[in-house]
């Protein structure tokens, strides 16, 4: 059971873990955080940390250890080849997954790098729930077709969905019999899907879609990379398995893929990866990659020292009081903005709380960058620090032509154990503020674009003048707060 605490008839979580190691933070005057968003070109990856409050950029590598986790990294067994880290860490994926074989791998795009090199040619079809920019990116570099076949809640803004992660089965079987079963070398399915707000996939449809794959015999590729969030959300939405163990529930899930890979910047609170599988026909099709590219079979470019804390980090993954927080401090940050007018995506998902920058901005342009204007307002207004995921994260077609992205989403991921309710109750105060003041903010346009990957390193400035509007309203209703 998620423990939760009543104030006046209001819930709020409550963290089953208290601090023991801090790091101070800064909070800079609203005229130094526009000196530092213009320094960065209006882009918050090109913003340097001192500068930051709040870091809600993403989750990934920068979730909090354990006592336990920091304990282990003590006792890491160096070695080249067949440390006793290694075996520990295939043990106890062993015991998590239910997976004879372990490759590991430096991080979770390095186990797509070698699932997309083994299995994916020119003609491939690739299906999945929805794609990650770095899958995207690996499966089409081998010359493989994406296609994705969420559902239709699945990108709709609000929603009542408890689980708009799911695959659409007819739109599956649909493609199945269009593209031809012998073309298909893989359907995808992502755990908490990232790119449409952290979305889970319950059970019954893991389920479902892997008896479809199977009957075709179509081998299915679990992302459990956001696995911990999705484990929570099946015990807290799905009926039939609130009184299941995490573990049985994982256990469960990992019976519907063939193979399993994972970045363990996210899963196992580390930095690492690695790919899992029962089959020893799979494992030789993938292992000589790992040399070839990682490191060799027993550490596969991770530091022994992250292993150790990877083996600690997955048990605390199956301890519901550890994997409950994230997901229950995400539903009180979109709920309480949610409440105050703001534009959220719904219901609450896991890795961060999700504006709806179309919404919050509906006077700017999407080719001005909505989502990419409202991470810097952000930034100016509060000291926190999202990502933009919209049309700036795209890239443009051959032709030059800009596609625009389905959603705009201005995303604030919250760390695992980093964050205190009352930093996350600032937050939300400081985007009130910026969503009275919301027509104040406008769009963006390019000062140089990148030709790829554009969003990581672009830089951008204000169409017009707003920014100083924005801090001289800053001024008059803050006084000399900062
Ligand atoms: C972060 C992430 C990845 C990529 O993992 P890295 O460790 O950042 O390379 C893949 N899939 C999902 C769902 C992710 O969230």
């Known amino acids: 059971m998620a423990?939760?605490?009543?104030?006046?008839?209001?819930?709020?979580?409550?963290?089953?873990?208290?601090?023991?190691?801090?790091?101070?933070?800064?909070?800079?005057?609203?005229?130094?955080?526009?000196?530092?968003?213009?320094?960065?070109?209006?882009?918050?990856?090109?913003?340097?940390?001192?500068?930051?409050?709040?870091?809600?950029?993403?989750?990934?590598?920068?979730?909090?250890?354990?006592?336990?986790?920091?304990?282990?990294?003590?006792?890491?067994?160096?070695?080249?080849?067949?440390?006793?880290?290694?075996?520990?860490?295939?043990?106890?994926?062993?015991?998590?997954?239910?997976?004879?074989?372990?490759?590991?791998?430096?991080?979770?795009?390095?186990?797509?790098?070698?699932?997309?090199?083994?299995?994916?040619?020119?003609?491939?079809?690739?299906?999945?729930?929805?794609h990650f920019t770095t899958m995207k990116a690996h499966v089409t570099a081998c010359g493989g077709e994406l296609v994705e076949l969420l559902g239709p809640e699945g990108v709709a803004v609000t929603s009542q969905d408890p689980f708009k992660g799911d695959t659409e089965l007819a739109a599956l079987e649909a493609l199945i019999k269009e593209r031809g079963a012998e073309n298909i070398p893989f359907f995808r399915v992502e755990a908490g899907t990232n790119l449409i707000g952290g979305q889970p996939v319950s059970l019954a449809n893991y389920r479902a879609v892997y008896e479809l794959c199977s009957k075709h015999g179509i081998k299915v590729v679990l992302d459990a990379s956001l696995l911990a969030?999705?484990?929570?959300?099946?015990?807290?939405?799905?009926?039939?398995?609130?009184?299941?163990?995490?573990?049985?529930?994982?256990?469960?899930?990992?019976?519907?893929?063939?193979?399993?890979?994972?970045?363990?910047?996210?899963?196992?609170?580390?930095?690492?990866?690695?790919?899992?599988?029962?089959?020893?026909?799979?494992?030789?099709d993938l292992r000589s990659w790992v040399p070839m590219f990682e490191g060799f079979l027993t550490y596969g470019g991770m530091s022994v020292r992250e292993m150790e804390a990877i083996t600690v980090g997955l048990d605390e993954t199956l301890d519901e009081d550890m994997i409950n927080q994230g997901p229950l401090f995400i539903e009180h940050f979109v709920d309480e903005m949610d409440q105050r007018g703001i534009p959220v995506i719904t219901p609450p998902g896991g890795l961060g709380a999700h504006i709806d920058a179309r919404g919050f901005l509906d006077h700017v342009d999407q080719r001005q960058y909505p989502s990419g204007a409202l991470a810097a307002a952000v930034y100016v207004a509060s000291g926190v620090r999202g990502m933009e995921r919209g049309t700036l994260s795209e890239q443009r077609e051959p032709d030059g032509t800009e596609p625009l992205a389905h959603m705009e989403l201005l995303r604030l991921a919250l760390p695992r154990r980093v964050f205190t309710l009352s930093q996350v109750q600032y937050a939300i105060d400081r985007i009130h503020w910026l969503y009275a003041n919301r027509r104040l903010v406008g769009g963006l346009e390019w000062i140089e674009e990148p030709p790829i990957l554009r969003f990581f390193y672009g830089l951008l400035r204000p169409v017009g003048d707003w920014q100083h509007a924005l801090v001289a309203k800053f001024r008059q209703d803050f006084g000399d707060s900062l």
């Not at 870091?55 to 986790?69: E, F, I, K, P, Y």
């Not at 590991?104 to 491939?124: D, F, K, M, N, T």
């Not at 890979?261 to 790919?275: E, H, N, Q, T, V």
Request: hydrophobic content about 40%.
């Open 3 to 130: 423990k939760v605490a009543y104030f006046s008839g209001q819930k709020f979580p409550l963290e089953m873990h208290k601090v023991r190691i801090i790091q101070k933070l800064t909070l800079l005057p609203v005229e130094d955080r526009l000196k530092a968003i213009e320094g960065a070109g209006y882009n918050t990856f090109l913003l340097e940390n001192k500068d930051v409050f709040l870091d809600m950029l993403t989750d990934s590598g920068v979730n909090a250890m354990s006592d336990n986790q920091q304990a282990a990294m003590l006792v890491a067994d160096d070695a080249y080849a067949g440390s006793a880290t290694f075996t520990r860490l295939h043990a106890k994926l062993q015991e998590f997954f239910g997976m004879e074989y372990f490759l590991p791998c430096h991080q979770g795009r390095a186990a797509e790098h070698i699932l997309s090199r083994a299995y994916v040619e020119e003609g491939s079809v690739v299906p999945m729930n929805y």
């Open 229 to 284: 969030d999705n484990l929570h959300f099946i015990k807290a939405r799905e009926p039939e398995f609130a009184n299941w163990s995490v573990a049985d529930i994982t256990l469960a899930i990992a019976e519907c893929a063939d193979i399993i890979y994972f970045s363990a910047r996210k899963l196992g609170f580390g930095r690492g990866g690695g790919i899992c599988t029962n089959s020893k026909e799979v494992y030789s």
